[in-house]
């Protein structure tokens, strides 16, 4: 494609996942204790929506990636203090309580007004990336609801390889049963993309774009306003797994031994 | 509120059938349209669903299909435009379809036209203060939660493994065809095949009994300052094939590959599990060389039985994430149960050979 890519990766954010978790009610929703305290992360799939992205548009001359994030503006920002450096890109934040028991469809709704309303966004060279699954409400629905509401309607979902072809066509491999994947050709953009892994290393730290990226982050991050959510989930209850084993720590034993043990409980119906 | 439930399943690869799941959803739709007393309507979508309608015959429900060429295979807007269709027809309530890849990446979409709302992942119904309520799991089976929508159509997508899979007389049934006209634009995208990964052999097997999972230990290097990974990639693979065990792998390993170090070849970033991987269903899982930080075990919510075998007597599935942890060199513990797997392969068929002479009906493994 001559004028390359206009590339829009929706990422939210989530807690580092080595923070125990756990809920407390909030008015009528659940939310996580210390939320706002937890450290946070982007979205594991989206950030490789992003690194993606950054090197489609990298290839493809005359491309643009904007990052749109529904989040509490302070975490945000402190996410992007690291996330700034990975790749270039043009932030459109939303200052949301977007967390993992908000609603996928009011989430799906801010996100999409926010796509509708970026000044220059050529749609028909559109290419919507965002996470498969995110690591919060863990749903998939996020990315076909905005599709659908921005009227694309060849959509991708558990990414893993994306290629240009010589005729401009889009070769796309999406994850399916038994390790598999199914492949697709679409003939060009507008398309939404929902990433599982991909085929990046994450990028290292480039203080260099991560200034370049900043000198329009923090503007817009100060010029956003705070929205907030409708709610249309009724949560009856919220819990943490109530299992947590009682091991038995065998030491000492020969490899023999151990192996013994191993095959007559694998054998076992 | 009265309720009505559509169910919603596609004819699987063979283009006779349904894929497992979706008799398991049903069972749990037929189980909650007689809690509810609900009406209960089946659509099927495939390239043909003769076959796949006539093993609901038994069920007595009302059968709708959408056929022909543009949907044999998984495609987002012939998908949408089929599941659409019968959507309006049926103008139930509740809409529960089985957590396939195919409906995965295509039914809130769906639920977006309709004008509904959508929840996947649910691993269960219940009726509270007679209303419908779902469970599901958050933050990647960290969390797990039960909830309720007043909205409707209320689209529900549940996860596999969760219910018996329902079965019932076979017979020929009634089917209300639906003519879906697709506008050519839907042939934007094509169907262009399904591929295995370029990998030795197929490693993800979802219908094993065992789940055995690699961590990056098998890479480091080991008490003799030395790595092994040639000695780790042949015990594995032969362990993989004597057990019949599906392969999951730790996020350390498989990223190693990504990163172009030495690594176990057939190990790609498929098998990771955990919290940015997959969360497989296998009643047993055996971990070796993995440390089991949480971020790793969130994917084993599902595995009912847990081992592990790790040097280190201090690793995570020593803190109540394994039922056993064997402080052992897994080199050392898996050389040993692939001779012992192999004997007992050997033995098996010396029996059968025995037994064959005895009674040349067959035999029982
Ligand atoms: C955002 C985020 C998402 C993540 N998502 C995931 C995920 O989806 N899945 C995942 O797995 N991780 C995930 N992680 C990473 C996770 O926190 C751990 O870093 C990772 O699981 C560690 O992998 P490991 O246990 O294989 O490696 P290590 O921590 O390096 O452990 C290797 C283990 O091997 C043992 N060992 C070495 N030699 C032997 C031997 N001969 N015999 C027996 N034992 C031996 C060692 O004692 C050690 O315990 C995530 C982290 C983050 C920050």
Redesign the interface.
Known sequence: MSNGYHIVVCAGIVPDPLQTLEPVMSGSTPALKNEMLLPAVLDPWAAHALYEAANLAAHAEGSKVWLVSAAPKSKLQQVMMNVAQKAAFELVPIDAPANGFADAHSVAEILAQAIHSISGLDRSRLLLFGGWESASRGAGVTMQLIGEQLEITDQFQGVDRFTVLPDGSLEIHERIEGGRHLVSICSGPPTVLGWATGNLPEPRNNPQVGMANMRTIMPALQKTKSTSLTQNVRYLSVMPPRQQRQTRIVKDRSAEEIAAELLEWISQE | MAESILFLAHVDESGKTLPKAAYEAFSAAVDLAHRLGATLTVGIVGEGVREAANTFSGAGVRILGVAGPDFA?????SD?AALEAICREAAASIVIAPA???F??????V???LKG?????ITSFDI?DGML?AKR???????????????RPWFLVMDCGCQDAWSGAQGTAKIEMIEVALPENCR??????????NIDA?????DAK?LFVAGAGWCKKQPDGQTHLREAESIILQFLEE?GASLGGSKSLV?QS??NQAVLGFM?????VG???STPRHP?G?SMCCHG???HV?GW?FIS???A?NLD?NCG?????????????AF??????N???AA?AVRTEEWCEASHELNPAGCQQ
């Open positions: 295979h998984p495609r987002y807007r949408a396939t890849s195919r995965l990446r295509v039914m809130a979409g639920a977006e036209r709302q959508i929840d996947t992942h509270v309520s799991w958050f933050y990647r089976q960290r969390l797990e939660a039960v909830i309720q929508r007043a909205g934007r995208t094509v169907y262009a095949g399904v591929r295995t990964p197929q490693t993800i097997r979802p065992l057990s990223d990504g990163e790609t970033h498929l098998n990771q919290q940015t991987g047993k055996l930080e949480e971020p969130v919510r039985e847990r081992r075998v007597p599935w020593a803190r109540g994430k394994a039922d056993v942890l064997y402080v052992a060199d050392q513990v898996i050389a040993k149960l001779s012992l797997l007992k």
